[in-house]
């Protein structure tokens, strides 16, 4: 950029920079890299007050026993002690968000797939299934929940209706410990809109060439999409794995929800303590539940920030994994422009 | 179009032998049939919500599927049992400032981080990412301790106030955009002499409007339908709960009657489900956004 080189070549500027041009063109410098703070001052207080100066205190609260009413008391290791060694509701949480992690997260992946290569491939109203597939992600979870375990109800619910009309005696659902986890899958899975969507516009944007030279070599269609639309669209895929994976490890409100309304004849509100989250039999408790109810029905808060630094470890692990395969599915655009 | 079609028909084609046109089309109907079965059971739960929304107290208790007689008058009685035009301004108010705030905060970082050049700027694009992938549930125990020695538990100022300092998410959809905006624009304005803030608003926000639309409507959503936080911080304080916290209420505090509740569920869902019959394109856009290369 700096044109000092070609301005020596040339004989009629020969005294080099003037020390006027030269403080003004610091003076420039100054005013872009102003202009550049002003640009990025929301992020910069946002990220320091609400992300930066969070992560700190947490890992300093998780050294401590906080009530929130008194001050924190430095209380060393117990916290993690305890979290490793003494709660006995620590490893059900652990196991049953990895349940999540395994079992409902590939399927998530798997059947909003499904779904995207067959809407690509109908012939006729394309758009109408894209938007039934679609809808139910709109709906607030709150209400998707409601509404989901209204619909499995042992007692009066359409689900078991339904099945004991074909002569199948439907289990609890949200009542069996065996069957609330998958319940909450079958949940999940209805919402798998967002996923949908975006591999449908990733499989209609294969080059169309691409299949024609398959098809042209004797590919037949399942072979094209093992082959040509797989490879093709891999970066979101892996994307799409990604966001499912995080959403895993935060999924908290439909569990809340369902594990307050579930049970049969429930009393007590949402925010009453003594309602027991993870209902039935702790089948439900994931571990950000756990998290919520040491954290705001406890208020033990220095144990909850110990909790959320294994989060923090878990979840930042996933991330800088996420991070250095970024430019797979990252348009970071460097110097190049 | 049609011409497009006979324009290419002259070409010689191959012709497919009839057993492997009768094996497609038989692959053809399969597929639509799963299609369809499908289809009816995304659609079924809307369907059963909106029928018991509609009955009967008595016939609640039952596991009759369809309404007899309609009872219209569940809807009203939602509104009397509980105070859903509260939750519900309480939910447009949260929604709508959050929203405005997020949008004036992050056009500006995505503009720097798109359209700028300086030091640093990948690295500051991996803390956008950092912050954007880690669930919330690590920072919220300080963020909670903080605003509670704000006094601000019990309203609806703690859900707002951080969207109004950028969000990660948005700043991140917005810089993918507006990267994919030809630099030439920005320059040719550049050495016009104009100053980078009127760039960014006349030039770049301007082509970038269908981007900011899809994230500001993503963002309304998203507060609409929150209920972490609002469960976090409005618990304590019915004045400010919003719909999402109400209902998760209402089974237990003001009935068993599943009717009221589904019309409860029903007069939530439905705003959200017209606006996106107003904004189809605006929704599909912003989400192919999200998932494609910028």
């Known amino acids: 950029m700096s044109t000092a080189p070609a301005a020596t070549r040339e004989p009629y500027r020969l005294p080099p920079v003037s020390p006027a041009r030269r403080s003004a063109k610091r003076k420039a410098a100054w005013r872009r890299r102003l202009t550049v703070l002003a640009f990025m001052s929301p992020w910069i207080v946002g990220f320091s007050v609400f992300f930066g100066y969070p992560l700190i205190d947490n890992a300093y609260l998780s050294f401590t026993h906080y009530d929130l009413l008194s001050n924190p008391v430095w209380i060393g290791l117990a916290n993690y002690k305890y979290l490793f060694g003494g709660d006995s509701e620590v490893w059900p949480a652990v196991s049953n968000t990895l349940w999540f992690l395994g079992i409902a997260v590939p399927l998530q992946v798997l059947f909003a797939f499904g779904i995207a290569v067959m809407v690509s491939r109908a012939r006729a109203g394309a758009g109408i299934f894209r938007t039934i597939f679609y809808l139910p992600t709109l709906a607030p979870t709150v209400a998707a929940t409601l509404g989901f375990v209204f619909l499995f109800n042992p007692g009066t619910g359409p689900v078991n209706t339904l099945l004991s009309k074909i002569g199948i005696t439907g289990p609890l659902w949200f009542q069996s410990p065996h069957w609330a986890k998958p319940s909450l899958t079958l949940l999940s899975l209805w919402g798998i809109g967002n996923a949908m969507v975006i591999f449908l516009a990733a499989i209609l944007d294969v080059p169309k060439h691409l299949h024609e030279a398959a098809e042209l070599d004797g590919a037949g269609a399942l072979r094209r999409l093992w082959y040509v639309t797989l490879p093709t669209i891999s970066p979101v895929i892996l994307f799409s794995i990604v966001i499912a994976v995080i959403a895993g490890l935060q999924y908290f409100d439909q569990a809340y929800v369902a594990s307050t309304v579930a049970p049969p004849g429930a009393a007590g509100g949402a925010g009453d303590s003594s309602v027991t989250l993870g209902y039935p039999d702790g089948s439900t408790l994931f571990y950000p539940l756990l998290l919520y109810q040491q954290g705001f029905s406890y208020f033990n808060m220095g144990y909850a920030a110990a909790l959320s630094m294994l989060l923090l470890v878990v979840s930042l692990a996933v991330t800088l994994l996420v991070l250095r395969n970024a430019n797979r599915w990252v348009h970071a655009q460097g110097e190049g422009r | ?294």
């Open chain 2, 1 to 294: 179009m049609a011409t497009a079609v006979q324009v290419r028909t002259p070409v010689a084609r191959r012709t497919v032998p009839r057993a492997v046109r009768r094996k497609r089309l038989l692959v053809a109907i399969a597929e639509h049939s799963v299609l369809i079965v499908l289809a009816i059971m995304f659609i079924a739960p809307f369907v059963f919500i909106v029928l018991t929304g509609l009955m009967t107290n008595a016939q609640s208790l039952t596991s009759n599927l369809w309404p007899q007689p309609f009872d219209f008058h569940n809807i009203l009685e939602v509104f009397k049992e509980a105070p859903m035009l509260r939750y519900a301004w309480n939910t447009f108010l949260y929604a709508s400032l959050a929203t405005l705030g997020l949008v004036l905060s992050s056009v500006p970082v995505a503009y720097a981080l798109a359209c700028l050049r300086w030091k640093g700027r990948n690295l500051v694009f991996i803390g956008v990412l950092v912050s954007m992938m880690l669930p919330p549930q690590v920072t919220v125990i300080p963020v909670y301790v903080m605003f509670a020695h704000l006094h601000l538990v019990g309203t609806i100022w703690p859900l707002v106030i951080p969207n109004w300092f950028g969000d990660a998410f948005s700043i991140f959809l917005l810089r993918q955009f507006f990267l994919t905006i030809p630099p030439e624009y920005a320059d040719a304005a550049r050495v016009d002499g104009c100053g980078e803030f009127r760039i960014m608003v006349s030039v770049v926000v301007r082509l970038a409007k269908p981007a900011i639309a899809a994230v500001a409507l993503f963002s309304f959503l998203l507060c609409w339908n929150d209920f972490w936080g609002p469960l976090l911080y409005t618990l304590d304080n019915p004045a400010h709960w919003t719909l999402s916290v109400g209902l998760a209420q209402f089974r237990n505090l003001y009935t068993v009657n599943w009717n009221l509740v589904m019309a409860g569920t029903v007069v939530f869902m439905a705003p959200v489900i017209v606006l996106f019959f107003f904004a189809q394109k605006a929704f599909v856009e912003g989400i192919t956004l999200t998932g494609v290369k910028g």
